[in-house]
């Protein structure tokens, strides 16, 4: 589905990242962990065709990557509602955007929407305005509308990296849950470790300066997933293996 | 209704309180009224004189809201473009900067001299004072957009015009409103500099004729007017804020 192809990419004579390969197939759901500043989020930026590459190509579902694509969307950190617009008009927003609801769609985009926003929990909210919910729910809203798109692909970049360890928990699994119905790939930034291996098939581990894929490590866990996992010896060795590769091995032998 | 009549209840005793003390002090140690003269004997004046305080109300009322029209006409799209581009904006706000180091009552009289006498000078004159801060505050409110609203935009394939649109102008309402506000304030006064220099009718032109027959209680009058008609237009765009952008009034508001 996605394909980075030896890919490279310079701000100046900072080189995010150098020389990053890496294939996900369709449906696949790959995690991304690293130091700050290892290139997580320019990597996202690239597939999500926000900024180009310096050398290198990234091919979405046969075609190269050259600027953002209907079929993908993309989750930020913070919830980037827009504060004039309802919950309902915020999870529409792409969509009118790309002129895609309009006229007798749009009623089927809203009616969407709205079942979307039930299953998140959000029924009753349609018509609050961003500043009038919790963080959390604003994260909600800001998931729900880039799951309206449709995408065949979601780049979410430490969706939950602002909530609070509770909503963290429930918000992951609600996500696996959604992800589970659809046909749809999803790379997902955290710095969070057992976030990355509960959720994700594969971890990428990433080294910073320049970013480079240091290893990817294969989640063994069945699924559904669930936090009773977290004791299994399966979960604790690839969580073990990623801390060595972040901290060079550093931790392995502290304690 | 209710916790706006008790939100203006300080406000109001303030005034009432003021004008008190001034009518005592005035009474009580026998000011003359020529040089200050008390409440009761401005609104008596002004009352007194009320069909003709009514016409130059009028026409002051008329140059303040062309000069403030001509203020929003020309400063939100002048904003847009100065938004758009740092070149653009390089090029033009020293020229802004410098149409606001020039003291207006320094151009009124040429203004008056190139134009002719009638109302153009004074709506321009008027416009001069009161669009700058519209234009600062709605470019302030089209560069604050958080760069993440932007990627969004782009993610969703929007183009420079319709991220204009739909994410930077609606972002920069409540500034815009805060631009308003001050703009409104300041066209009372571009409009009273006007009359000043060259008018035959308004409040502006009423002061000065009234100052020059001693009638200084009817001066005062106009004065008070015009407070009112600043409060007035004030409170009427703060109204038109709520009404039509309710998000715009909320929590997080910048400082008008
Ligand atoms: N637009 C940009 N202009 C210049 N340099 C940039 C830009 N975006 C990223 N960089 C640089 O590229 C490097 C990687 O940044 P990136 O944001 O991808 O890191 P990250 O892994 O997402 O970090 P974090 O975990 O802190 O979010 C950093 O050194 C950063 O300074
Ligand atoms: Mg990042």
């Not at chain 2, 009161?130 to 782009?154: C, D, H, Q």
Request: charged fraction near 15%; charge should be positive; glycine fraction near 8%.
């Amino acid at each position: 589905m996605i394909r980075l192809d030896r890919v490279s990419k310079s701000f100046g004579s900072v080189e995010a990242l150098q020389d990053v390969s890496l294939t996900v197939a369709a449906g696949e759901f790959v995690a991304i962990v690293g130091a700050s500043g290892c290139g997580k989020s320019t990597l996202l930026r690239l597939v999500a065709g926000l900024v180009p590459t310096t050398a290198g190509r990234v091919v979405l579902g046969g075609t190269a990557v050259t600027e953002p694509r209907a079929d993908t969307a993309m989750v930020f950190q913070a919830a980037t509602l827009l504060p004039w617009a309802d919950v309902l008009r915020n999870v529409t927003f792409p969509l009118r955007l790309m002129r895609k609801a309009k006229g007798k769609m749009l009623g089927d985009t809203e009616a969407r929407a709205r079942a979307l926003l039930a299953t998140a929990g959000l029924a009753g909210f349609e018509h609050r305005l961003p500043r009038e919910l919790s963080g959390g729910m604003q994260q909600r809203v800001a998931i729900c509308r880039a799951l309206l798109q449709d995408p065949r692909v979601l780049l979410m970049d430490e969706p939950f990296g602002a909530l609070d360890a509770l909503t963290r928990e429930e918000m992951s699994l609600e996500l696996l849950r959604i992800w589970q119905g659809r046909e749809m790939a999803v790379v997902f930034v955290t710095h969070s470790i057992p976030e990355a291996v509960l959720l994700a098939d594969r971890v990428v581990v990433m080294s910073p300066r320049p970013g480079r894929i240091a290893e990817i490590i294969e989640v063994g866990l069945p699924r559904p997933r669930s936090f009773e996992q977290e004791g299994s010896p399966a979960f604790q060795r690839a969580a073990q293996r990623i801390r060595a590769l972040i901290y060079g091995g550093r931790v392995a032998h502290a304690a | 209704m209710r916790p706006s009549i008790r939100g203006a209840l300080p406000s109001l005793i303030a005034v009432v309180a003021l004008f008190a003390i001034w009518e005592g002090a005035c009474r009580g140690f026998g000011i003359r009224p020529f040089i200050l003269p008390m409440p009761s004997l401005i609104a008596a004046e002004t009352w007194g004189a009320w069909p003709v305080v009514l016409n130059h109300t009028l026409a002051t009322f008329g140059t303040v809201m062309w000069g403030f029209a001509a203020s929003v006409l020309i400063s939100l799209p002048l904003a847009m473009l100065i938004a758009s581009s740092p070149a653009i904006s390089a090029a033009i706000y020293p020229l802004l900067v410098i149409t606001q180091s020039i003291p207006k009552v320094a151009l009124a009289p040429i203004l008056i001299v190139a134009l002719g006498a009638n109302e153009l000078p004074r709506i321009i004159v008027t416009f001069l004072v009161a669009f700058f801060p519209l234009v600062v505050g709605t470019v302030a409110g089209l560069l604050a957009t958080p760069p993440e609203l932007i990627e969004l935009g782009r993610a969703c394939r929007a183009g420079k015009l319709q991220e204009l649109l739909r994410i930077r102008l609606p972002f920069a309402v409540p500034f815009v409103f805060g631009g308003l506000k001050v703009a409104a304030a300041l066209a009372v006064v571009g409009a009273v500099v006007a009359e000043f220099v060259g008018a035959d009718a308004g409040l502006g032109y009423l002061i000065q004729t009234s100052m020059a027959f001693f009638r200084t209680p009817l001066a005062f009058g106009a004065v008070v007017l015009l407070a009112a008609m600043g409060i007035v237009l004030f409170q009427a765009v703060s109204i038109a804020e709520r009404v039509l952008f309710p998000w715009s009034s909320g929590a997080d508001r910048p400082v008008a």
